[in-house]
């Protein structure tokens, strides 16, 4: 692999699982993001009346609220890339993308990169990256399986979790100096090849390099999957059409 992706490779890692684990540990257990309002009475002034009595001050009546969620938009994508495009499977973590035959294919054991206690992560860490080396991307997976964050019961994954995920892309960082910025949500329950996924965009640097990236995070089988890419330094707007079309080919094995 060329020394330019290959020194991105531990660091984009570390980025990318500690917003994970926020999403696990901290996104489920908010219990409500929208906050009811507390109302507030002005009681007026009594009227006055040419006689020897007062008028009472009227006896204020609470409101009640009912707080409504926002409404999120829902988009469906099916694909399986360009016509000539070729699958990779990786049997171990039960997924397969499609990609073009001159994107190469990395794998790493995640256990040899990253010890979490949290999460159970799943066994590889996959790297595509393009032939002229101006992008990547990474797909790594964690087994929620008897967590607050599993799928069991659920068809979409939960706002809470996806608000935790947001909150540890956006306060990400490393000891070698990693970090991220500009970190957006998108309020669109998204189904990927029949999978339920949500998105973001962020820039994350690395050597003081900007990386424009793009996130999924898909999931099947309770097991959830960042699906990123990430451009560097040279990339055009057609390598960033072309990783964002690869990532959205995931789908089960």
Not at 4 to 17: F, P, R
Not at 69 to 85: A, F, Y
Not at 135 to 150: R, V
Not at 231 to 238: C, L, W
């Amino acid at each position: 692999m060329n020394s330019k992706i290959s020194g991105l490779l531990t660091i984009s890692i570390i980025l990318i699982m500690l917003a994970v684990i926020a999403g696990c540990v901290a996104g489920d257990s908010i219990t409500n993001i929208y906050t009811d309002p507390t109302p507030t009475y002005s009681t007026p002034y009594p009227t006055a009346v040419p006689t020897k009595y007062v008028t009472p001050y009227p006896t204020a009546v609470p409101t009640k609220y009912v707080t409504a969620v926002p409404t999120l938009r829902t988009t469906e994508i099916r694909s399986t890339g360009n016509s000539n495009w070729e699958s990779y499977t990786n049997y171990p973590d039960g997924f397969r993308i499609y990609k073009p035959d001159d994107w190469s294919v990395k794998t790493l054991k995640a256990r040899d990169v990253l010890t979490m206690r949290e999460i159970t992560l799943l066994d590889d860490i996959v790297y595509i990256y393009a032939p002229n080396y101006n992008g990547f991307i990474m797909i790594y997976g964690m087994d929620a399986s008897g967590t607050a964050a599993s799928m069991t019961g659920r068809t979409q994954i939960s706002d809470n979790f996806y608000t935790g995920f947001i909150s540890g892309l956006s306060q990400s960082t490393t000891s070698d100096g990693g970090y991220t910025k500009n970190v957006a949500r998108d309020e669109t329950l998204y189904t990927i090849n029949g999978n339920p996924a949500r998105h973001a965009t962020m820039t994350m640097y690395i050597d003081n390099q900007p990386l424009k990236s793009d996130i999924y995070l898909i999931t099947f089988n309770n097991n959830y999957y960042a699906v990123v890419y990430m451009g560097t330094e040279g990339a055009t707007q057609q390598d960033a059409i072309t990783g964002s079309t690869i990532m959205k080919t995931f789908d089960e094995n």
